[in-house]
């Protein structure tokens, strides 16, 4: 009956890869267009990420209150509209383009945090056993759409030229408009009723969901810093080519994180999660430090790749934990866990560039190589995360 519904939630995920990675692969395309800094670059992330947490908090009490409908078809119409008004910013503000720029990122991140809030909510709530693995599955789309965001883009690119880089948000722009009309008639499962449903208060005062925020919020630093930065770190510290950093790095690491994901979703029905995000955290700690620390460029290269297999699990994983510890929380708990995984995903990346900035010219290691001992230090913090929450279950275990 729903699997009509689990398809478009899977293409949601792809909306949100866009809705995080299109517009920084071109970057460099902006600058040069509109002379921005790297600053005024770096800003979009920051209001894309803030702007997601902020919707991510502001729509889950309308959501428990209205139904989830409403807001899930609103978050795919705000995606097509803000690559609609990202496409045609130069002429919206022929004086100043970054402006129209910044407001299209406010546009298409909104819609972007209501995917974040809502989709996780609609696979959950669907009827059936194996939840871990089927949100497994569900989230490698996220990769699987990573990987079409950058092959895509990168292609088109070549075809129309830089100059033409529109083009591409209108084309992308199909994708959100179509899962639009999709989620109009889609079955959905119903949502906790409001006199049920496990209160903010309670889950906020919890320490297993407390530290299951945190590990979320780790597990998003782990995975985007290694996402955002592997490009710019061939790059610029490897001395490779910006085509092999892309496709050989990153599309590999995309690649890993949807296998990781893809494997669970269909072998992990008796596979303890916790289990496998602690050796997953562990996998991402070495491969940061062998990415950081390895006088092999390609070797540095394929640990970056590699750290997306370690990460697959701590997102999607972190949330069927909660998932499982309260099934009564509702969209309020969705949107913490979400606000949580942005504020990592945001705070994680800006921290490694901030370490990258004040590295001494003379110190041993590149700047950016120190950042990525810096970035080691989430998947660590994670597994001490894991650890607490382990001990919390055991302890339970063992009074009932």
Known sequence: MYKSTIHACYIGNLVGALVTNLSPLLFVVLMEDFSLSFEQV?????????????????????????????????????????????????????????????????????????????????????????????????????????????????????????????????????????????????????????RHRTSTKVLTTTPFFILIVAGIALGGAAEVTMSQWTSAYAEITLGLSKKMGDLLGLCLFAGLLGLGRVLYGTFGKNIDVWKVMFWGSLLAAVCYLVAALSPLPIVSLIACAGCGLGVALLWPGSVTQAAQRFPLGGASMFAILAAGGDTGAAVGPWLVGLVADVVPHNFSLRPLSVGMLVGALYPIAMMVCLLFIRRIMRKETHLS
């Open 42 to 194: 770096g800003r979009l992330v920051l209001i894309n990420f803030f702007t997601q947490i902020v919707a991510d908090l502001g729509f889950s009490k309308p959501v428990d209150r209205y139904g989830i409908r409403p807001f899930i078809t609103l978050g795919h119409f705000l995606v097509f509209l803000g690559f609609i008004t990202f496409a045609f910013a130069p002429r919206l503000v022929p004086d100043n383009p970054y402006i129209g720029i910044m407001i299209a990122t406010v546009i298409f991140s909104c819609g972007g945090g209501l995917l974040e809030l809502l989709l996780s909510a609609i696979v959950q709530a669907v009827p059936g056993d194996a939840k871990a693995a089927a949100m497994s599955l569900f989230h490698s789309f996220y990769a699987w759409g990573f990987i079409a965001v950058v092959v895509v883009t990168t292609f088109m690119l070549e075809i129309i030229g830089q100059e033409n880089w529109y083009f591409i948000f209108l084309l992308w722009a199909v994708v959100p408009l179509l899962n639009f009309f999709n989620f109009l008639r889609v079955p959905l499962a119903p949502q906790v009723p409001d």
